[in-house]
């Protein structure tokens, strides 16, 4: 089977990002695809009839080795932020699985989104998707990793959550962490990006970074966002750090 015919297999479809590259790849490839889920009803009657939908969990190695038979180039899309405290645990234990499951699978290549930083500073969440990107790196299986910064656009998480912030809150208390330096880049620029993966004539493997074209912190974002809305720009009052209660009072507000 030549490379261009090569299965491809989209992991975390049901997510914000997932979803979008399913649907990229649909418009714009005649490979065959692949989604593997958790919940495989979730996906149904959301993908084309040629994409088929599998179940599989990156936690259950089992589940794995059916899901990726006889694939090519493989999404790993998956995070766990919304599955408690011990998320970085999850991450890395899921990695892990993957990582020996593509290994042993024969796949030729695995694509990852990470986190656009460096250095040792780096927050929890940032750390983490590095150490996913490490440990499917050092699998022995080529891995692309594009890095990116924030990814904005309509209906993600960190769009939504900037608007809110902007609209409701006439003061805002943040962290010191709110004047640290980011490159957004657009959820279409990302898709595009992922979506071209497949067909990089690169055996090896590489690392990406993405972020967009403009430097400005989080708090400059804010501003930018309050311009866009036409509302008044939002008093910052910084404090050493944030609690779980003050973030229940941005979020829940």
Avoid: N
């Avoid at 080795?65 to 998320?87: E, F, K, N, R, W």
């Avoid at 983490?128 to 692309?144: A, D, F, H, K, M």
Wanted: aromatic share 6%; with cysteine.
């Amino acid at each position: 089977m030549s490379q261009r015919e090569g299965l491809v297999l989209v992991t975390g479809a049901t997510g914000y990002i997932g979803g979008r590259v399913l649907r990229a790849l649909e418009r714009e490839t005649q490979r065959p695809l692949r989604c593997m889920a958790r919940r495989p009803e979730y996906l149904r009657g959301q993908t084309a009839p040629r994409t088929q939908v599998v179940a599989g969990d990156i936690l259950d190695p089992a589940s794995l080795g059916p899901a990726l038979q006889g694939v090519h180039t493989a999404y790993y899309l998956i995070h766990s932020m919304g599955s408690g405290q011990d998320y970085d645990r999850s991450d890395r234990e899921g990695a892990r699985c993957f990582a020996a499951a593509a290994r042993d699978a024969g796949i030729a290549r695995i694509v990852y989104l990470g986190g656009l930083g460096h250095g040792t500073d780096l927050s929890r969440h940032l750390a983490s998707r590095q150490e996913v990107g490490l440990i499917l790196r050092e699998s022995g299986v080529p891995t692309v990793e594009f890095r990116a910064s924030i990814v904005l656009g309509s209906g993600s998480l960190s769009f939504e959550l900037v608007r809110s912030l902007v609209e409701k809150l006439p003061v805002m208390v943040t962290p010191s962490w709110v004047d640290t330096p980011t490159q957004p880049i657009g959820i279409d620029d990302v898709v595009t990006y992922l979506a071209s993966a497949p067909d990089v004539a690169d055996s090896e493997g590489r690392e990406i970074q993405i972020g967009g074209p403009d430097v400005l912190s989080y708090g400059e974002m804010l501003d930018r966002m309050a311009d866009a809305l036409g509302v008044r720009r939002r008093p910052r009052i910084p404090v050493p750090l944030i609690t779980p209660w003050l973030s229940s009072l941005w979020i829940g507000r």
